[in-house]
């Protein structure tokens, strides 16, 4: 039988997880020799995720994640290099060094950031929503959230908003099993994050965070529906990080057997094994893309640490817009190349054109609920 999905899919799967994996695992070395200051949360074990999802959804989308903010950046097509160098805190990076590790930025490839505050970015992507139906625009909104998130109350205030105005926006709860070094079954009454959304008349459901297939048609699944009008959804896609919260963290919460057995379930041999099976993709190929691979990361590695200290007069430099001020575009400013800028329409030009709070439909609604008689 013929397979659904595409060769130059698969590979390009294949390629974004195996570099977010060889950049995770250089960053981590780089920590280890003090290159990187302060907290740094490696993605290993989570690729499948950012990339299924990724190439789910269009590249106009817009994404926003927590403070383990690496891979999905690169996932989108964010410069290696320069997402090392903001690692570095050298002046090449993203944020010119200033945001460092949790704080990733892009706008040309409308990824809007890595949050420190647990649960931060959850409101900010419903913001996102509005601004997308506001605009009358058929974007969605893709926010990727940790386990130990689901239990911050501005979750619960927003799904209820965001749910309320139907909008376009695609929650997406990392689950990796463990908040810090707690595991969620001790700390949520209902650890099945999903389910959360029955009380938001939200769809919601589980997915494989291991298998970068299901994550692509799930999430593809996901978009169309939120396009479509439907409202919000919420996925809970089941992962496991093979290293530990942050590089300060042994795990010792967890056994070494433990870690062995969920290593089984890499989800990077496993898009390689199902391309080969279906002769779409062959040994050589894989070759080429790991020496390929291998190469951009030891060359990303390279430009960070030769790149230059951001400079004292940059200390209060970007903290506040000056009106008429043009945005600072990273990759112009590092690499000299001309991009495709985002622009959007002021809200001069834009109104309302649903009703926020339907009186008539909320008095349906209470009636339904028994709340009038």
């Known amino acids: 039988m013929a397979s659904s999905y595409s060769k130059d899919l698969l590979l390009t799967m294949y390629r974004k997880m195996i570099l977010i994996r060889r950049f995770e695992e250089r960053a981590g070395q780089a920590y280890g020799r003090g290159k990187i200051a302060g907290f740094c949360h490696l993605y290993i074990g989570q690729e499948a995720v950012a990339v299924g999802t990724n190439e789910a959804i269009?590249?106009?989308?817009?994404?926003?994640?927590?403070?383990?903010?690496?891979?999905?950046?690169?996932?989108?097509?964010?410069?290696?290099?320069?997402?090392?160098?903001?690692?570095?805190?050298?002046?090449?990076?993203?944020?010119?060094?200033?945001?460092?590790?949790?704080?990733?930025?892009?706008?040309?490839?409308?990824?809007?950031?890595g949050y420190g505050i647990v649960g931060g970015?959850?409101?900010?992507?419903?913001?996102?929503?509005?601004a997308s139906r506001y605009r009358n625009e058929d974007r969605v909104t893709v926010c990727y959230f940790g386990d130990a998130a689901a239990n911050q109350g501005a979750l619960h205030e927003t799904f209820n908003m965001a749910a309320k105005w139907k909008l376009p926006v695609i929650y997406i709860c990392e689950n990796n099993r463990y908040g810090m070094g707690t595991a969620v079954g001790r700390v949520a009454a209902v650890p099945e994050i999903y389910k959360r959304a029955a009380a938001?008349?939200?769809?919601?459901?589980?997915?494989?965070?291991?298998?970068?297939?299901?994550?692509y048609e799930t999430v593809k699944d996901a978009a169309e529906y939120c396009r479509a009008g439907k409202g919000p959804v919420?996925?809970?896609?089941n992962t496991?990080?093979?290293?530990?919260?942050?590089?300060?963290?042994?795990?010792?919460?967890?056994?070494?057997?433990?870690?062995?057995?969920?290593?089984?379930?890499?989800?990077?041999?496993k898009i390689k094994e199902f391309a080969?099976?279906?002769k779409l993709g062959t040994e050589a190929e894989f070759d080429a893309i790991d020496e390929e691979v291998n190469t951009q990361v030891e060359a990303a590695v390279k430009f960070a640490d030769e790149s230059p200290e951001p400079s004292l007069d940059e200390l209060w430099r970007d903290t506040i817009v000056e009106e008429g001020e043009e945005d600072v575009r990273p990759r112009e400013r590092v690499l000299g190349m001309k991009v495709k800028w985002p622009s959007y329409p002021s809200g001069q030009e834009l109104k309302v054109t649903w009703d926020l709070?339907?009186?008539?439909?909320?008095?349906?609604?209470?009636?339904?609920?028994?709340l009038i008689r």
């Open 58 to 113: 269009r590249p106009d989308d817009y994404m926003l994640s927590a403070y383990r903010d690496h891979g999905q950046p690169l996932a989108r097509g964010s410069d290696a290099g320069m997402v090392m160098a903001e690692l570095f805190g050298r002046g090449t990076g993203y944020s010119k060094g200033k945001g460092g590790s949790m704080h990733i930025f892009d706008i040309e490839h409308h990824f809007y950031g």
């Open 121 to 130: 970015q959850i409101p900010l992507a419903a913001g996102m929503a509005f």
């Open 200 to 215: 938001y008349n939200m769809r919601g459901e589980p997915v494989d965070g291991m298998d970068c297939l299901k994550m």
């Open 234 to 237: 919420l996925l809970e896609a």
């Open 240 to 269: 496991y990080r093979f290293r530990g919260h942050s590089m300060a963290d042994p795990a010792n919460y967890r056994t070494k057997q433990e870690v062995e057995e969920e290593r089984k379930n890499d989800p990077i041999p």
């Open 276 to 278: 080969l099976k279906k």
């Open 357 to 370: 709070e339907p009186r008539e439909q909320a008095e349906k609604e209470d009636k339904k609920a028994g």
